[in-house]
């Protein structure tokens, strides 16, 4: 087991929070029960309606900075909290994900005070509400090129130096959903990122949880990353495998009005056009 050192790095962990006043104490708790000596936790909320305020209030003497007020989405919340922090190291946490024990101390044994732009990746827990089941995920080998089609980094398992925030740079607010992956691969293009093969957080699953709820928006996102950052020969990959379940499908609804059989050619496109590209990516190798 790994204690903080008495001259413990700094961390910052930000927590951007909307309407999740079923989750966020436990999110919390996560951070505090670390007992890790140097922390700086802030709160990013915006302008939840539900019993949200209520936790933050009673945990307002262990949070360094909180707010309540309406933003542009968690993007916007995020680099909010990260303008306000002072920590050598960084990461945010979602207001329904947890940090296992000793996380904390763990990840500033492995980051210390460098001043070199650097960034870890462990690997999570996957906690589905109404199953008493978890299932655990690890992290594979740094693959830059890789990253431009598939993230398979777990964010809230990730921390960095705060040189790498600063040389790459804050959030796209334009990304509600990919908001995480867009701004590994721009890190990435920084430092080459290190694995860690331990668990360092729950990612919980429920029935509103944003990545599952994200539908034809968070599919819009993810080809947009795509589309921005893989090489061409990869986007011509997933146009290719596209085209060959697209064909059919147009040929099936050939009866139906010209802008109805348009609208749903678009939704199949996204979420084909999604679950295609790690098959995609495998026929490349």
């Known amino acids: 087991m790994n204690y903080p050192k008495l001259n413990a790095p700094l961390i910052s962990i930000v927590i951007p929070s909307f309407n999740q006043g079923s989750y966020i104490e436990q999110t919390i708790t996560s951070i505090l029960g670390q007992y890790y000596s140097n922390l700086e936790l802030i709160v990013i909320d915006g302008g939840s309606t539900d019993c949200t305020l209520d936790i933050i209030n009673k945990y307002a003497h262990s949070i360094t900075y909180y707010v309540s007020e309406a933003d542009q989405g968690q993007a916007n919340a995020i ?3 990260f303008r306000i922090a002072k920590g050598d190291i960084l990461a945010w946490l979602n207001s329904d994900d947890m940090y296992l024990p000793c996380t904390l101390s763990k990840v500033a044994n492995l980051i210390e005070t460098s001043t070199k732009p650097k960034l870890i990746y462990g690997g999570c827990l996957h906690f589905s509400e109404g ?3 978890t299932s655990g995920y690890l992290p594979p080998n740094f693959d830059l090129d890789k990253l431009t089609y598939l993230d398979y980094i777990v964010q809230p398992s990730t921390f960095w130096s ?12 334009s990304y509600n959903y990919a908001l995480d992956w867009e701004w590994f691969i721009r890190a990435s293009k920084i430092c080459e990122f290190t694995p860690i ?11 509103n949880h944003k990545t599952g709820t994200g539908g034809l928006p968070r599919s819009q996102e993810i080809v947009k990353v795509v589309e921005t950052y893989a090489s061409e020969e990869c986007v ?12 059919p499908k147009i040929n099936e609804n050939r009866s139906l009005p010209v802008r109805l059989l348009l609208k749903i050619l678009k939704r199949y496109f996204y979420y ?14």
């Open 131 to 133: 199953k008493e089941n």
């Open 197 to 207: 093969r331990d668990y360092f957080s729950i990612y919980r699953i429920h029935d």
């Open 162 to 173: 705060r040189s790498l925030w600063e040389t790459a740079g804050e959030i796209n607010e």
């Open 272 to 285: 084909k056009y999604a679950r295609c590209w790690v098959d995609a990516a495998i026929s490349m190798l």
């Open 236 to 247: 011509l990959a997933y146009q290719n495998i596209f085209k060959q379940i697209y064909t």
């Open 79 to 81: 680099n909010k909290g």
